[in-house]
């Protein structure tokens, strides 16, 4: 598999990415992560690192620029910023669109935590692109009105434990018009740091893909 680094422009603004592709790929899931998080969340890293292996081509974005990231250490003023995360994250979906290793291919988007709502924000934004969506531990209430506007199926991956995002995932059924589904994981919390837990993520997110990225 091929690896880069690539830019993404939105707006004056650039963002980083890292790009994994293969001559062969089945679809590329572009990945969006949580609160405090990058690019280089370990969490993510797993879960993209096995997708990859899978035969699938990935891209892990930096949602923020490095002053960004910064301020929002010291005041979390951006993490929350949902419409802010959308639009990059939305910028990522065109970057795909016109690179020529990824413009051919079907689009999944891995959201977690925050990034979850910009996901579903950004699937309802690009419904010609975006395949499927998968939420992991997922702020799916923070994208309101969008999901029903959600073109692409959508699993929810909680842990059983993590009662909020639990009621959140199960509400968010009630508006999505297309198929939905929330696997919980046993006694996991948000995090997935329980052994064996984020193994079962990165198994159910494979098989949504496989069954829906490339077959459009």
């Not at 589904?181 to 496989?210: C, I, K, S």
Request: aromatic fraction near 4%; charged fraction near 25%.
């Amino acid at each position: 598999m091929d690896v880069r680094t690539v830019a993404v422009r939105e707006g004056g603004t650039e963002i980083a990415g890292d790009l994994t592709a293969g001559p062969e790929a089945a679809g590329v899931v572009l990945f969006a992560h949580g609160s405090g998080s990058s690019r280089h969340s370990p969490r993510n890293r797993q879960v993209a690192d096995s997708l990859a292996k899978a035969g699938f081509a990935t891209l892990l974005v930096d949602l923020l620029t490095e002053d960004e990231e910064r301020a929002d250490q010291a005041d979390g003023r951006h993490r929350f910023d949902i419409d802010l995360l959308t639009r990059r994250l939305t910028a990522a979906v065109d970057w795909l669109a016109n690179d020529p290793a990824t413009a051919a291919l079907d689009v999944g988007l891995f959201g977690a935590s925050t990034g979850a709502a910009a996901a579903l924000r950004t699937a309802a934004q690009r419904p010609e692109r975006v395949a499927a969506v998968v939420s992991r531990g997922g702020r799916v209430d923070l994208a309101g009105d969008a999901l029903e506007e959600v073109a692409a199926p959508v699993l929810m991956i909680a842990g059983s434990a993590d009662e909020p995002i639990v009621r959140a995932s199960f509400a968010a059924t009630e508006k999505l018009h297309v198929q939905s589904e929330v696997h919980l994981v046993p006694d996991a919390t948000h995090l997935f740091e329980e052994p064996g837990a984020l193994e079962q993520v990165t198994g159910a997110a494979m098989t949504w893909f496989r069954d829906r990225l490339g077959t459009r």
